[in-house]
């Protein structure tokens, strides 16, 4: 059914990508081992329907195709009023959604969905009739703050994370949800498996006092945690940077850590991630708050070093707001999220359609891409007081490389075949849709080179992009190219496509790489920031280089949001690169005692992590200020002491 159709029949506004996944199957939607066919939905609720009624009624009414996990039912303190969950859904209770088949049981619930986006194949599914026990406060919170850190890869025994005295080993840890194993039966917490403190501090107990790298590995296999296999880790390294200390220092803050899904960190994308992105967020609350005693409260600072690309890039997605409104409805609890590397990737355009202009782009999608690519496009009318437009009048042709071209009607999809038959490419334009507020265009292209499951691959090179304004008013088009690359420690499968204008100057006269936008240019490096970090809310680091003279430039990397020229409380800049030459900055590798260096502005969100930590959320933003590109001053967050020590070190300066 159209997007305007199910609007007219009072159906929820349904995932742009969902008629992609269902014509390959969800073959990008399947965590290794996962052979179910029920599927993983993040939900926005109605207006008046909180997330613990719409649990509880969907566990009356609709418990064999609709299930909710149990911690909904009983959610934090501050949250009973959240209208945001996740839930695994049947094929049967997925068709209703979008006003195909029959009656389901249930079928009420779907008036109380407002908009859904559809996530991974569901390789458990939330027992009906579990609980969430009810909280006994465990201490560890002693520090005054918690801090929380959802990421991949994460070496819990590592001495940066644990405490030792009187001989003995214990984890500053209040608890580890491992995502990515095999789910414990009627958990709460649904997928995985959870280590509570007393079990971890169990284990720690067993490592002897001079415990190596060896005792560390056998701690975290007895575990089964297969996600630190490698000697240096994402998510250790952020998890040092925003919150690693000395074993003696007492006033170490306790921490709470997740580790997400392998496929769901594979996927860079993050377009079905976000449903264990915001269960992880509740139970680092949960946690935090079992840690005092009940009717008190302690602050809870959440790392988010996860990101993508596209998205409507104004705080409208689902996962945006549900962030905000968590934010909002719990005083204590701030995110942290990093502005992304995107740059200088040429994954974002600008276009402006007077009425009766026409305008190409050219969407270069590169050979031997074992992932699909995809392309948005977002509609804003710069008249109109909510920047909404009509895209009626928006005629999109799509040209693939060596092929015809092909018209994609309002509200509809249009597969395009390859020679197998199977569709290699699927088109769209909608005025309403749940990814975000605005009218939104979507080419989602398979793989280039055929890998796992894929078995039809798309053409490589040039897919020619055209927009016509048939209408009355004035629009402006914001394109952007996903992310399709591979994080650290995963294989390289994808290949990022991008955007080709001769206008863009990649260098300037000298040679030197071009950091500034051309007015002549369409792909602009403005409007990069991480698709997930627009939220009114949330805090949002970039990256920075230092020279000798303790002087900082901003990384060249580190991107910047749609309106770089208005100020914001929450853009901020940390050091990510020790120098021009010393590339990236040092924090903690797997194995204790071991350093490494690491890129990128997922460095730049643990430090201001940790300064906000470290002020129990009572200091402003720092006043020392770096210019960014666009001739912006940005606040600047200072080195912590532990990094500056790594710091001159690296120089060969004294400690």
Known sequence: MAANEAAAAGLPLADAYLPWARATNFRDAVLPGARGEWHWLLLELSETTSASEFASAARQSARDDLRVPAHYV?????????????????????????????????????????????????????????????????????????????????????????????????TRLLAFWDQHQRAEPSSPWVHGRVFGQADLNARFAALPAAAGPADEALLHAGMGYTEVRHRVTHGTHVM?????????????????????????????????????????????????????????????????????????????????????????????????????????????????????????????????????????????????????????????????????????PHGRSVAVPGEQGQAVAMLSLQQQVANGRKGMGLLAVAPTQCTGEWRAAAPSGAWRVTLHNAGASALECNAFVQRDDAPLGRPTLGRQSYLYDEDYQRFDARGAVEVRDSDAAYVRRVGTLNGLASGD??????????????????????????????????????????????????????????????????????????????????????????????????????????????????RGEPA
């Open 74 to 170: 009983n959610p934090p303190r501050g949250l009973e009023r959240s209208r945001y969950c996740t839930a695994a859904c049947s094929p049967r209770f997925l068709a209703a959604l979008v006003g195909e088949g029959g009656a389901v049981p249930g079928a009420e619930l779907l008036s109380k969905i407002r908009r859904f986006e559809i996530g991974f194949v569901a390789s458990a599914l939330p027992d009906p009739d579990a609980t969430l026990p009810v909280a006994q406060p465990q201490g560890g919170a002693e520090a005054g703050v918690v801090v929380g850190i959802v990421d991949d890869g994460l070496a819990i025994a590592n001495e940066r994370f644990r405490s030792f005295a009187n001989g003995r080993h214990a």
């Open 537 to 650: 809310r949330v805090h949002v680091a970039g990256g920075a280089l230092t020279d000798r003279a303790g002087g900082a430039t901003a990384a060249r990397y580190s991107s910047v949001p749609l309106q770089a020229s208005e100020p914001s409380r929450w853009r901020v800049l940390a050091v990510t690169e020790d120098s021009p030459v010393l590339k990236g900055v040092l924090a903690a590798g797997t194995a204790s005692g071991s350093c490494a260096t690491l890129s990128g502005t997922s460095m730049a969100a643990p430090q201001l992590t940790r300064y906000i930590a470290d002020r129990l959320r009572t200091v402003a933003l720092p006043t020392r200020t770096i210019e960014d590109f666009q001739g912006h001053p940005v606040p600047a967050v200072p080195m912590a002491p532990p990094q500056q020590a790594r710091w001159r070190r690296r």
């Open 240 to 408: 040092d940077l925003a919150c690693g200390a000395d074993p003696r220092d007492p006033a170490a803050p306790p921490i709470v850590a997740v580790q997400l899904p392998g496929g769901s960190i594979a996927d860079t994308s993050c377009a079905s991630s976000t449903a264990f992105m915001l269960d992880a967020v509740r139970f680092v609350l949960a946690t935090a708050d079992a840690a005092v005693p009940h009717g008190q409260s302690v602050p809870v600072i959440i790392n988010l070093s996860i990101g993508n690309i596209a998205g409507p890039h104004d705080g409208s997605s689902i996962f945006e707001q549900a962030l905000d409104e968590l934010i909002g409805l719990r005083s204590d609890c701030d995110v942290v999220l990093a502005a992304g590397n995107s740059y200088l990737l040429r994954c974002h355009a600008w276009i402006d359609l007077p009425p009766g202009s026409a305008m190409t782009l050219n969407w270069q999608i590169q050979p031997g891409d074992g992932t699909p690519s995809f392309l948005e496009l977002w509609f804003t009318d710069p008249s109109g007081a909510s920047g909404v437009g009509d895209i009626g009048g928006v005629r999109l042709t799509v040209t693939p490389p060596g092929g015809q071209p092909i018209e994609v």
